[in-house]
């Protein structure tokens, strides 16, 4: 069968590969020269299925408010901006703001999370597949005793979906992490473990994969701009790009972010927004002074991964429409809490600062699988958790394609949802 994949990023690559694995004929349509150039380029590298518990729940519209006045605040929302598209999303996300929500919500996450983890792993032994993974875990550190109670709370509920996670005080967490000792010193509270969870870089990854796929013999079309999708009744015809039509037996919208903007010119509504998230990357100076284990600090809403010589900082939403402007006040926080961590791991001199948009549904769930068109099949809104579930995400879509029941329930991952 013939097959268009949509976007090049680690979610649309790794959907071509698993295609070609199934012995498609697989062309890819990606706008820049090169794979994972945009969202998966620089993220914070983790493979955190522990971070299934959605942005939507009861306490986060009046904390969203009360950050809306703070330039630096790790999630930047502002709604008198003029943005219909912001407004629409936002009804939504706030009628997840409930408890119920969030479990259902936090159930559905973690099932494709858990899922994908297990997918990546038996990818890399097939593969030997490399990008300076580290599968030491991920460490959650707290800073008040109120949000490590709060941790522990969020950690209970994980458990019981089938994500355990390990109570650390500070000093184990020291013990795994000698890097942590200066935090420890003022004012660390405690950890949580997730030892199955993983980090590594999204970018290598997807460049690698890359290859294989053309091993394969899918075919990567770059710089290639999409101009509309074309369709006849219930069935998609083709793909129009400024370097001419390109048609096939079935599509694969895995656009990311600008999914929107294409689906909507089929009459396909789907409520993904972009949330803005930055990093930084820095040399490492000091191997001893640096974390080797991944880390989430979940007081500052921040996550420190170390990618060979190098480690990357990542944190901060900001929805703020379709602008990837680079802000240096939006940066600042990262440095300033790396320095704080790690002072003597880096001087933090060439920071190499990115910002990439993230693309957010209002219930922090994936959209998967098949829609009202009969050869169009989903494949976005992974919000902050598209590398983690790139794999899994892949191997359902291929799957469907291919005419296998996935090994997961899809309930509660389609589009109809929304509905």
Not at 282 to 305: G, K, L
Request: charge should be neutral.
């Amino acid at each position: 069968m013939k097959v268009v994949v949509l976007g090049a990023g680690v979610v649309g690559t790794t959907t071509a590969y698993f295609l070609a694995e199934d012995r498609h004929e697989v062309t890819v349509i990606e706008r820049e020269p090169a794979p994972a150039l945009e969202t998966s380029f620089a993220n914070g590298a983790q493979i955190s299925a522990c971070h299934a518990k959605p942005w939507a729940g009861p306490h986060v519209p009046w904390q969203a408010f009360k950050w809306m006045f703070k330039p630096d605040a790790p999630l930047l929302f502002r709604p008198w901006r003029f943005d219909p598209a912001l407004w629409s999303w936002g009804l939504k996300f706030l009628r997840n703001c409930t408890d119920a929500r969030l479990h259902v919500n936090m159930q559905r996450t973690l099932r494709v999370a858990l899922y994908s983890r297990a997918v990546l792993k038996a990818l890399r032994q097939r593969t030997n597949i490399q990008y300076d993974q580290v599968t030491q875990g991920i460490l959650h550190i707290y800073r008040t005793s109120a949000e490590f109670t709060e941790g522990r709370k969020t950690a209970a509920q994980l458990a019981g979906y089938g994500l355990p996670q390990d109570i650390l005080t500070p000093a184990e967490c020291v013990k795994l992490e000698p890097a942590l000792a200066h935090a420890a010193a003022r004012d660390l509270k405690g950890g949580l473990l997730s030892p199955e969870d993983e980090s590594g870089d999204a970018q290598k990854f997807t460049t690698a994969l890359s290859r294989l796929a053309a091993e394969r013999g899918v075919k990567f079309q770059f710089g290639t701009n999409i101009r509309r999708i074309e369709r006849q009744g219930a069935h998609i015809t083709r793909v129009i790009t400024d370097k001419g039509p390109i048609e096939a037996d079935a599509f694969v919208l895995a656009l990311g972010s600008y999914s929107p903007h294409f689906a909507r010119e089929i009459d396909l509504h789907l409520p993904v927004y972009p949330a803005k998230g930055y990093s930084i990357t820095v040399d490492i100076e000091n191997a001893a002074a640096a974390p080797t284990v991944s880390i989430t600090d979940e007081t500052n809403f921040m996550v420190f991964s170390r990618l060979g010589n190098k480690l990357r900082v990542a944190g901060t939403a900001e929805l703020a429409g379709w602008s990837t402007e680079l802000l240096q006040r939006r940066v600042e926080p990262l440095v300033r809490n790396a320095k704080s961590l790690f002072p003597a791991a880096s001087t933090y001199g060439d920071l190499h600062a990115w910002a990439g948009l993230r693309p957010a549904t209002p219930d922090s769930v994936p959209i998967l699988g098949a829609t009202r068109y009969e050869n169009l099949f989903l494949n976005t809104g992974h919000g902050t958790l598209g590398w983690t579930m790139a794999c899994g995400s892949a191997r359902i879509i291929a799957d469907l394609i291919s005419g296998r029941t996935p090994e997961i329930d899809l309930e509660g991952l389609a589009l109809e949802r929304f509905d």
